[in-house]
Structures are given as C-alpha cells and as structure tokens.
C-alpha cells in the first residue's frame, strides 16, 4: 500500500532519519468482507495482516523490526488465532508486536502498522527507474489469484502470503533502481512506477513471464499480468548489477525511454486485484 501524496502514490512506506538509518513506517487495514477470504483460519487472517505490512517494508529494502495491531472484533473468539498468526508470522522474518489495540467492530477488522530500518545507501524507493534498465520479479505471480479462479492446489500463497523480506535487503544492497510490491498485481504495479518515473516506460516480455503451473497457458498469462494477492517484488536495475545473489528473480522487460505500459508491443490494460470477496 502506498503512502498518498498531494497527487500520487509515492512510496510504500513514509521515511525519517532514525541516527545514521533511515526508519520506515506503513500502515495497512483489512476487513472480513475485503481481504479475508471464506474458508481462511483466524491465524491465517492475523497472519495475512502481518505479511501485508512486512512486504511494504520490504518493498524498501528495509529490515522489519516492529508491529503495532489493533483489532476490531464481532466475534471474540477470533481473537487468540488472529494475535497468534500475527506473531508467527513477525518471529518468522524478525518483526515484533510491541502494541496495539482491542475493540468492537462489526466485521473483524485489523489494524497493522509497521517500521523498519535500512541503511541509507540502501533504501529502495519507487522512484529512479532509468531506461535501458531490466524490469523483473521473484517468484512466481498470479498463484494467489489462481487459488479465486478455482485452482486450489495454490491456496497457502492466498491464505499465507510469505513477504519477500530477504530478498528486499539484498536488492537494496545490490542498488535496484526502483522497487515495490505486487500485491495488485504487475500490470498495476507498472502503471504506478510509472505514475512516478515520468521519463520512461516499461515493454514487458509475455515469454520471459513465469507462469503458475498446471493452468491453462492463456489463462495463466492472465494471471500472472493481472492476478495480485502475492507479495512479490517488482523492481528495476541496471543490466550490470543482475542477477543478484541470493534472489530468485526473472527477467520480464525492461525500461523504456516511451512513456507507457506495453506486452509485446501492445498497450498493456490497466488493471489488478479486486479487493472483495462478494
């Protein structure tokens, strides 16, 4: 989730000067009726709501450190599996709740806000896209979206998103040119890098995607530009300093000096993840 300026999305965190680091900070809300899709476990519904904020730090390069949650309850019950999720998912990438809040709500809701620290030098942000750079992702997009379609064998990557946290530190060591999460999707993803990189474009390569397998090849395609709820990295960097040790990433485009969207020359739709389950 980007932080909203006067006009545009700008980062995925807001940033301050914490010594001679830099302190990220986001905040993410999901509801029952949006975010929380039937059939998930009230962990997996805390866990979710951990995983979505740890990936926006991520985004950043930065290095997770604390979560504060507040939860909004119509059933109390939920609560111990939601907190638990929460936790499990915050010990797993180094992360710890360290507040929040309780209260009625008639959907639950959650409440996550989360910081983290990066070095300056390497901070990631959406901005600095060059042309001639290489456009790529980790992973593999649109399993989560498969999970909806009726692909069930992909259901942990929809009910527990694993932030690529790892692998944010190490591309903003190795000096990506820009950087966010997926979590809408790539073909929205591009358009709001390039909401933001006025000077360039991006020309995506249909077959350099990597697809979810066992699906139908068109519809897989489609998944994968459109499909979101996976939490990967899409990120910019210079042909040189690609690949980078220790990320598991592809190559799908690259930077362009034209000012717009493209797959395989073709304008690319702008369009993503639909946050509603009804």
Not at 132 to 154: N, S
Request: aromatic residues 8%; contains cysteine.
């Amino acid at each position: 989730m980007g932080i909203v300026g006067k006009e545009k999305c700008v980062d995925d965190c807001a940033e301050f000067a914490c010594g001679g680091q830099v302190m990220v900070a986001t905040t993410d809300m999901l509801h029952r009726s949006t975010d929380f899709v039937p059939g998930m476990t009230d962990w997996q519904a805390g866990w979710m709501s951990a995983a979505v904020t740890l990936s926006d730090i991520a985004s950043m390069g930065a290095a997770p450190k604390y979560l504060l949650i507040a939860v909004g309850l119509d059933d109390w019950k939920c609560l111990e599996g939601v907190m638990q999720g929460a936790k499990d998912c915050c010990m797993k990438y180094g992360a710890e709740i360290i507040g929040g809040d309780i209260d009625r709500h008639n959907e639950l809701t959650v409440v996550t806000t989360g910081l983290g620290l990066v070095d300056r030098r390497d901070i990631a942000r959406r901005t600095g896209a060059w042309p001639g750079d290489l456009v790529c992702i980790t992973g593999t997009p649109g399993q989560a979206q498969a999970w909806l379609d009726g692909y069930h064998q992909f259901e942990k990557y929809l009910f527990e998103p694993q932030p690529r946290v790892t692998e944010g530190q190490l591309l903003g060591k190795a000096g990506v040119s820009a950087m966010m999460d997926d979590s809408d999707g790539i073909a929205l993803s591009l358009y709001d890098l390039m909401s933001v990189n006025e000077n360039c474009g991006f020309a995506l390569d249909l077959s350099k995607l990597p697809l979810p397998a066992g699906i139908p090849a068109e519809r897989a395609r489609e998944l994968a530009l459109y499909g979101g709820g996976d939490y990967e990295l899409i990120f910019t960097i210079a042909p040189d300093r690609f690949p980078v040790d220790d990320v598991a990433a592809t190559v799908i485009g690259t930077v362009t000096e034209k000012n717009a969207v493209t797959v395989d020359g073709i304008p690319l739709e702008k369009r993503g993840y639909q946050h509603r389950w009804e």
